[in-house]
């Protein structure tokens, strides 16, 4: 069984500040994880992913996260927030049960960036 | 190339009625699967088709049924909907040559009054 907790259903930043979004996983298997955004009336966009390569991922957007095993976590971070980045962040994790790979999401966290 | 699709982007129905969602993966994609996201949670698994069989479901009700067509297009079907399948409903294609990595449609958002 996986699981994803988000810790923090609103996360609120000054524009130019860091942004930290946490994510802790469950997984009984080395897990991929992923990192997406949705924009109000839209679907899903990917920001970056981890598959058992580097630790630290680059994404889109000047996104990026670690992977951290002894922490199961994987946080997302950007070192300074547009005003544009306001949106719902999931963070997902995905075994690979005879290749599905079917996400587990978390309930998200919602970044709101004031000027 | 264009996205995922789907139609229609909203709709309106009321309980005990009938919908079917449709969607077209992104060309050359062959695996389509179905979310359902009620408001303020993160989207829930519901199937997976690839090369037109169903390859997982979730927690769903036999009420939920899906199937992909051999141009690899899908539709997802709920029958005697009740107030709490109001939800946006996402489809999402992959290819057979990045299957971790899923490219989501802007989704159908269901009411039912």
């Known amino acids: 069984a996986q699981s994803v907790t988000q810790l923090g259903s609103h996360v609120s930043v000054s524009e130019g500040a860091l942004v930290l979004l946490r994510c802790n996983y469950s997984s009984s298997v080395p897990p991929y994880l992923f990192w997406y955004v949705q924009y109000p009336n839209q679907g899903l966009q990917l920001l970056l992913k981890?598959?058992?390569?580097?630790?630290l991922v680059k994404g889109i957007n000047g996104f990026e996260a670690e992977f951290k095993k002894s922490e199961t976590s994987f946080h997302l971070t950007k070192p300074s927030a547009h005003m544009s980045d306001a949106a719902e962040y999931f963070c997902a994790v995905s075994d690979r049960p005879g290749g599905s790979y079917i996400p587990t999401f978390g309930r998200g966290t919602s970044l709101i960036v004031h000027p | 190339d264009a996205g995922v699709t789907q139609s229609p982007t909203h709709l309106i129905k009321t309980r005990g009625q009938q919908v079917t969602l449709r969607c077209s993966p992104i060309?050359?994609?062959?695996?389509v699967s179905w979310y359902q996201q009620v408001l303020g949670q993160g989207p829930q698994f519901i199937f997976q088709y690839y090369e037109k069989e169903e390859r997982g479901r979730g927690n769903f009700p036999d009420r939920f049924s899906a199937r992909q067509f051999p141009n690899y297009s899908s539709e997802l079907n709920v029958n005697a909907l009740l107030l709490g399948d109001s939800a946006l409903y996402l489809c999402a294609s992959r290819s057979v040559a990045s299957t971790d990595t899923q490219y989501f449609g802007p989704g159908t958002r269901l009411t039912v009054l």
């Open positions: 060309s050359g994609h062959k695996s």
């Open positions: 981890y598959t058992s390569a580097a630790t």
